[in-house]
């Protein structure tokens, strides 16, 4: 199963942009997710578990390491990035 998600952290810190910054990063370093930002928020496509267990992990360490800080985030089911159909 494939989704797509679109995430935004919001620090509750007046020195928000490294907490975001890093968020980001670390969110390019899985290779299986395809990962599209903005202004306003990030986008990431692929694998329903894959995605899910990324994010499990990367919001517990923003939390860890940041403290407090909301994340928005929306679930749609299937990739709607356009770069799951490429190649067929």
Known sequence: MKT?????L?????DYIPAIKEFIERLQQYPDVN???NNLSTQLYGDYD?????????IR?????YGKGIFVVKFLLDDLS????EGD
């Open 10 to 14: 919001y620090p509750l810190a007046e």
């Open 82 to 85: 356009g770069l799951a159909n």
């Open 35 to 37: 990962l599209v930002r």
């Open 50 to 58: 894959i995605v899910m267990d990324l994010l499990k992990t990367e």
């Open 61 to 65: 360490h923003s939390w860890d390491k």
């Open 4 to 8: 797509s998600v679109d995430i935004s």
